[in-house]
């Protein structure tokens, strides 16, 4: 069995503070809540750090998940990765490498409870204007 292992290219760039405090801005324009960052360097090897927030409705977490991989494109020239969930299950997930953007329904971020599974790591100071 082979264990998980990403290039360093992916998961250690230089940009993943600016880069989560950019999701999480882009998150916020579109009226996001409950916006978190957490630093999960030495924690796991799939990212350096974690955004969450929250969206009220589908169709808002389809804004947010469209808002911010139109932004990350015009501003850094950087396409997720990968993406997974769908807006009608509550739960999108868009993986930049070294940072790993969820986007949750309310509800369904209460039932993953990820602010609790990551409670060790340092919260980000993401410095986002409401």
């Avoid at 360097?41 to 799939?46: D, P």
Wanted: include cysteine.
């Amino acid at each position: 069995m082979g264990k998980l292992v990403r290039k360093k290219t992916e998961t250690s760039d230089l940009d993943s503070l600016p880069n989560a405090r950019r999701i999480a801005q882009f998150a916020a324009d579109h009226k996001a809540s409950d916006i978190k960052g957490y630093d999960v360097r030495g924690l796991t090897v799939v990212a350096d750090s974690f955004v969450l927030c929250s969206a009220s409705s589908e169709p808002q977490v389809r804004a947010i998940f469209n808002t911010v991989k139109a932004g990350m494109k015009s501003t850094v020239g950087k396409a997720p990765l990968r993406t997974e969930g769908t807006p009608s299950c509550g739960w999108l997930v868009m993986d930049y490498g070294s940072v790993i953007f969820h986007i949750f329904r309310v509800e369904a971020r209460e039932f993953y409870d990820l602010d609790g599974l990551w409670a060790d790591a340092p919260e980000l100071d993401l410095d986002v204007d409401v």
